[in-house]
């Protein structure tokens, strides 16, 4: 094999243009190309529409029936143990890394002690919804049916709703914010220690909680607890090595009948990988291979949460490949292969959501973070070999998974980063980009120590933590900063009911301050209220689910003999994203300019503009709100509504005409709207103004606490929500009409950023990034020609350290032309396959609703004019 | 610091240009042209007078008056990708040299604050004006269209002896880095010989290196018709890439040069 070892020039900047020369042997940079074996594994897994399987529900109600009274934590590991005991196993063709949770591809298990109802109502319409459909057989809709008569008030969704306050769960019911995640599942959003499970095997953590075990006294006061975990974790572990040795038991079994010499071979080893790991720690690379799978696989069947994030997948596999390598035993080649079967792999995995989640979370999305690059605990480099490899693999198998991320800091090769732009530049939405310097001190300002901060992974979307120590509940809710502006339009009143806080009407108004001060007191008291959901959600997962398997994996968990969920981990936080920032900035700074600085628009001309939207014509949804507002407000006054009543209401409505006079000054107003400067082109007065709007929520919310322990601490990023509630949001003052979607993360509003990508980049990193230690989002979307040659990537990469360089934490991009877009839309039959960057994801374009499809297509293109 | 105050006239400024000079550049577009191209992109470029030109359906205004000062207050706002890549300003047109005193003292006022300057040129104008702003540039992408002057003149208005010669003189200051640039249009240029000759003039060049064919293309056709124009060329297509490859092979089996398709 030729080999040529590359170093690059240091990545301090000022040396544009400059090649990898030979020199200095660092690491193994050149492409290794993809084995036939790889493109049939995908053909296999994407054939047929994913599929719902009922096994896991029926093994867990089993077991809860046989253990009822029993402390939660060892019905859970039983409930566990009784799952793989019996849930049915398959290899599928060609496999080199077993190890599949369900028998069709990509399909998936449910979840009922979490949240069951939504899935029994939407049974029938799951097949054909138009985000993430799932077939689901007669046959599994009677089991499930079955099972979930056991389940009726016992969820962990109904215990977090009997502990929520009144007003929280009116305001959840008015859309303020959506909790849905956790709140329907499990919790997931976690990155464990899997070099541990790679070097010792579960036989050595076994062995740990037996000692621990030991030194419990019968007379410690939290003996009766601290006990049955560590029993759990046995308990847990134990089955996981069966459930490995059921696989041996079928690889050698399949390589008995096998024909084909060559895959005998393979069956043969994969028999004696399984026998041997994960219970023992790994001796090949290969076995290591199989041994994380068995993590990631396995973590994903105790709970439900999704985002589960295999993290520095580099640097702990490292030590088994150089090995391998060094011995002789493994080529390249064969590593690369290996790799790439991972990836495959990640695919199989899948999640239904409800269908309300699926629009949020659109594109099948597991959210499985895996990064490469970065330092380590002593501030070194650590880039090695995989980091090219992990790349190329995702460039190989060109499908979503896993969300692939590189850490970038003024210390990475330029070689990497080269190679990562040129996967960019496929249009595949990977990696995304995070940036060391700012990641690094966010995390210590939340009490992270320099070590643990500078070891840092990615978890789902965008959220920094540091892996084994950190239950950070990352993507707790989504809160649309849009809304409490509404509210303030109410005087704290939303569709003719009081949600709020009594703030002045807005017509009596007579500074911006006293404006912007009744937006703060809305947004702390939703702010307070979104605390309140989620930390009843937090007590209901520590009530209902502890899960002593993921905790045995994440400091200090056995140490404390306390699950994650009840505060086992070193660092707790709990993270809600909001979303909206740059429509906030635009709708505020456009209230202060037009209404209080040049007095070209009144307050009550304004508020009519927006509750008629501008007069763009009322859709269903704005129609129906203001019926429920009139019938409050008539039953309010005492009044009886009847059926009939209702519908003259809302014939009243629709037949509203609004008059000509009235059409024309909406019209003036929205065009004065469209003069007014707008955050994303690079003006330092208006982008001022959006880093105090973001400052509105990532403020208050760094003064409330956990029940595991914690902090808050805010994200900004949207998934994928921004589109279904914007659906909800009527219109705002940016000139954004009603029920369109809101503005990405940090990203400027769509079409709204009209000078370039650095204007747009500049004005995004003038918001502070380091406060929303949970994660901020950019997306910027570039036209293939802007990367194209040497030239274009080295470009692109001057673009990424020069928006790194002033502050920004995250990027990621799309590359494909409107074009190919809106091709796609049309005959998305030939399209399978594309895929693109929906928020802090990779999605297959054609599985995304046409609304989101609609806002990828809308998001501005920077390329040359 | 008085070139700061210096006055000119730009129609546009681009930023994040990436195919104009190295690295990620800003591009101050000056108004007003003593060449009258057929295949001219940007026709409102050509008259220094202040024009109306219709965009998608509304009227725009081209061309403002502006301060050196205030130029560079955009121009700045790059710097940090300026560092990363190599970048910086770029002036174009039009043909800047119309406006030597603007153009000499926006060049100066970004090598004074560190940033490097390249021009985009036709190089008409009497060499003491570009004698004057060589100090202040650091690379100087000069277009040469045709080396047969009837032809230059019955394509573009103008003959072409003066901006070889000015070329030469370029070339021998050795005080830029001089990169010749050769928009291949169909009709006109795209004919293996017409590019040879070129390719051979260039390679001649002491210093020069690099050479840039850029093909033809029709991203321009509309602001003829918003500014009430004729487009001579509505039945011009553009080369294809064989052609653009095989012209490319020409330079190189006729030079020293190194050559790429593109800016």
Known sequence: ?865 | MEYLETKGRIFDIQRYSIHDGTGIRTIVFLKGCVLRCRWCCNPESQEYGIQTMMVQGKPKIIGRDVTVREVMETVEKDRPYYRRSGGGLTLSGGESLCQPLFARDLLHAAKAIGIPTALESMACAKYEVIESILPYLDQYLMDIKHMNPQKHKEFTGRSNELMLENARRVAASGQTELIIRVPVIPTFNDTPEEIREIARFADKLPGVRRIHLLPYHRLGQDKYDGLGRDYLMKDILPPTNEHMDMLKRVVQENSRLICQIGG
């Open chain 1, 1 to 865: 094999m030729q080999v040529r070892r590359n170093i690059e020039c240091a990545g301090t900047g000022g040396c544009p243009g400059s090649r990898m020369e030979e020199g200095m042997e660092r690491f193994y940079t050149q492409e290794i190309p993809k084995t036939d074996r790889i493109p049939k594994l995908v053909e296999h897994l994407f054939a047929k529409m994913p599929e719902i399987e009922s096994a896991r529900a029926v093994l867990l109600t089993e077991s809860y029936q046989e253990t009822e009274g029993q402390p939660i934590v060892m019905r859970r590991a039983k409930a566990f143990a009784h799952i793989l005991d019996n849930i049915p196993i398959i290899i599928r063709d060609g496999e080199l890394v077993v190890g599949s949770t369900t028998i069709a591809p990509r399909g998936c298990q449910t979840y009922p002690e979490f949240s069951f109802e939504w899935l029994e109502a939407e049974f029938d319409t799951v097949e054909h919804r138009t985000a993430d459909p799932f077939y689901i057989s007669e046959k599994t809709k009677e089991d499930l049916r079955k099972v979930h008569k056991y389940w009726k008030g016992k969820t962990t969704s109904e215990l977090a709703t009997s502990y929520m306050a009144p007003e929280t769960l009116k305001a959840m019911e008015h859309n303020m914010f959506t909790p849905g995640n956790y709140f329907y599942n499990g919790v997931g959003h976690v990155t464990v220690k899997y070099e541990k499970v790679l070097e010792i095997g579960y036989r050595g953590i076994i062995n740990e909680a037996k000692e621990l075990l030991d030194q419990c006294n019968f007379g410690d006061g939290d003996y009766a607890t601290r006990s049955r975990f560590l029993q759990a974790v046995i308990i847990s572990c134990e089955a996981v090595i069966r459930y490995a040795n059921r696989y041996a038991l079928l690889a050698a079994q399949m390589a008995q009948k096998e024909k084909d010499p060559a895959r005998k071979a393979e069956l043969a080893q994969i028999a004696k990988n399984c026998s041997r790991v994960p219970e023992n720690g790994a001796t090949s690379f290969w076995e290591a291979c199989q041994s994380f799978w068995f993590v990631q696989q396995l973590l994903q069947i105790e709970s439900s949460g999704h985002s589960i994030s295999p993290g520095r997948f580099d640097q702990y596999m490292y030590p088994y490949y150089k090995a391998d390598l060094d011995k002789g035993v493994i080529t390249r080649s064969d590593a690369q292969e290996l790799i790439d079967c991972i990836w495959v792999k990640l695919n199989d995995l899948n999640k239904c959501r409800d269908a309300a989640s699926a629009e949020g979370f659109a594109g099948y999305s597991l959210f499985q973070n895996l990064i490469v690059g970065g330092q380590n605990k002593e501030g070194l480099d650590v880039t090695n070999d995989l980091s090219f490899m992990c790349i190329s693999a995702s460039a190989h198998v060109f499908l979503p998974q896993p969300s692939l991320s590189i850490r970038v800091w003024n210390g990475s090769p330029q070689a990497l980063l080269l190679k990562a732009a040129s996967l960019t530049r496929t249009g595949i939405g990977l990696p995304a980009y995070y940036n060391d310097e700012v990641i690094i001190p966010s995390l210590m300002s939340r009490g992270l120590t320099l070590q643990d901060a500078r070891e840092y992974n990615i978890i789902g979307c965008v959220e920094p933590q540091k892996a084994g120590k950190t239950e950070g509940w990352h993507d707790a809710a989504f809160y649309n900063m849009c809304r409490p502006l509404e509210v303030v339009f109410e005087s704290g009143y939303d569709k003719g009911e009081f949600i709020g806080v009594a703030t002045k009407p807005v017509e009596e108004m007579t500074s911006f301050e006293e404006f912007y001060d009744a937006y703060k007191a809305q947004m702390n008291y939703f702010i307070s209220l979104l605390v309140n959901a989620d930390n009843s959600i937090d007590v209901a997962h520590a009530t209902l689910c502890p899960l002593p398997f993921e905790s045995c994996m994440v400091d200090d968990c056995m140490k404390r003999g306390k699950s994650l969920q009840e505060g086992g981990a070193v660092y707790n936080f709990t993270g809600p994203q909001g979303f909206g920032v740059a429509n906030m900035a635009d709708a505020l700074y456009a209230v202060k300019t037009l209404v209080f600085d040049e007095k070209k628009v009144t307050m009550a001309e304004l508020k009519r503009a927006l509750k008629l939207n501008f007069g763009k014509g009322l859709d269903d949804v704005s129609v129906g709100d203001m019926a429920i507002g009139i019938i409050r407000g008539m039953q309010a006054q005492g009044i009886a509504v009847g059926n009939e009543d209702v519908a003259k209401v809302v014939a009243q409505i629709r037949s509203m005409d609004i008059s000509e006079a009235d059409k024309k000054r909406f019209g003036e107003i929205l065009e004065m709207i469209d003069q007014v400067p707008k955050f994303g082109n690079d003006d330092e007065v208006v982008d001022a103004f959006a880093r105090d709007v973001a400052y509105t929520y990532t403020k208050p919310l760094q003064y409330y606490k956990n029940p595991r322990g914690g902090m808050f601490q805010a994200g900004l990023y949207p998934v994928s929500a921004n589109v279904p509630l914007g659906a909800q949001t009527g219109a705002t003052p940016d000139g954004r009409l009603a029920h369109t979607p809101v503005a990405d993360g940090v990203s400027p509003s769509a079409g709204k950023d009209v000078h370039g990508p650095t204007a747009a980049a500049n004005s995004v990193a003038r918001l502070d990034h380091g406060i929303a230690s949970n994660g901020t989002l950019f997306n910027q979307k570039f036209h293939p020609t802007a990367l194209s040659g040497e030239k274009g990537l080295d470009n692109f990469v001057a673009l990424i350290r020069s928006y790194f360089d002033q502050k920004g934490s995250h990027m990621q991009f799309n590359v494909v032309s409107r074009e190919t877009l809106l091709d796609a839309q049309a005959h998305p039959e030939n399209y399978k396959h594309l895929v693109v960057r929906v928020a802090g994801y990779s999605a297959l374009f054609t599985t995304l609703s046409k609304s989101l499809q609609d806002d990828i297509i809308r998001r501005t293109e920077q390329g040359w004019k």
